[in-house]
T-cell receptor, first 112, second 118 residues
Framework: GESVGLHLPTLSVQEGDNSIINCAYS??????FIWYKQESGKGPQFIID?????DKRQGQRVTVLLNKTVKHLSLQIAATQPGDSAVYFC???????????FGSGTKLNVKP | DAGVIQSPRHEVTEMGQEVTLRCKPI?????LFWYRQTMMRGLELLIY????????DSGMPEDRFSAKMPNASFSTLKIQPSEPRDSAVYFC????????????????FGPGTRLTVL
């Protein structure tokens, strides 16, 4: 069946360094992928998305890379800040089948 | 806009009791989603509505769970009877959803309801 998973459950980085959070998916029929950020006690918050026909998309301090050959997705955060500390989820969306799949999440700890 | 509003924020109940969770989506959004989040299973989609009509309820765990959306500004998720394994954080999210095949839209999540069933 379809699944979306994360390689690293916890990632610790030094403030100012770049962070890379990875995600693997199993379904090739996805329409696009989304990265969400969830802070403690709050609901997930949209960060950035990428359509399945793209390889790269950049936002403010964030870049998402999509490698369809190996079914891998990554979120890069430049100059990580303490406010970036949160759990990050990747999600896979398949519109034709009305399906949404979320990964288990990676916790990002930013050390001052 | 105040964003997606959920109530209550916390609910503690005893096994066997009925629980009703409430959600007010963002005005003008056509889609409403109910999710459940646990440490063991992560974030799971339970059901979602388009223009108040349930589209996919395949994620609803069992008949004890039911969801309604009587109008565009209100939805409920009911658990009857509740069981300890239903303990989780329940999120409601809404999405504008127009032309979603052409332009992926963002789901806006509410703050969640933390449910504890004793």
């Amino acid at each position: 069946g379809e699944s979306v998973g994360l390689h690293l459950p916890t990632l610790s980085v030094q403030e100012g360094d770049n962070s890379i959070i990875n995600c693997a998916y199993s379904n090739s029929a996805s329409d696009y992928f989304i990265w969400y950020k969830q802070e403690s006690g709050k609901g997930p918050q949209f960060i950035i998305d990428i359509r399945s026909n793209m390889d790269k998309r950049q936002g403010q301090r964030v870049t998402v890379l999509l490698n369809k050959t190996v079914k891998h997705l990554s979120l890069q955060i430049a100059a990580t800040q303490p406010g970036d500390s949160a759990v990050y989820f990747c999600a896979e969306v398949i519109y034709n089948f009305n399906k949404f799949y979320f990964g288990s999440g990676t916790k990002l700890n930013v050390k001052p | 806009d105040a964003g997606v509003i959920q109530s209550p924020r916390h609910e503690v109940t005893e096994m066997g009791q009925e629980v009703t969770l409430r959600c007010k989506p963002i005005s003008g959004h056509d889609y409403l989603f109910w999710y459940r989040q646990t440490m063991m299973r992560g974030l799971e989609l339970l059901i979602y509505f388009n223009n108040n009509v349930p589209i996919d309820d395949s994620g609803m765990p069992e008949d004890r769970f039911s969801a309604k959306m009587p109008n565009a500004s209100f939805s409920t998720l009911k658990i009857q009877p509740s069981e300890p394994r239903d303990s989780a954080v329940y999120f409601c999210a809404s999405e504008m959803g127009r032309d979603r095949f052409l332009s992926p839209d963002t789901q806006y999540f509410g703050p969640g309801t933390r449910l504890t069933v004793l």
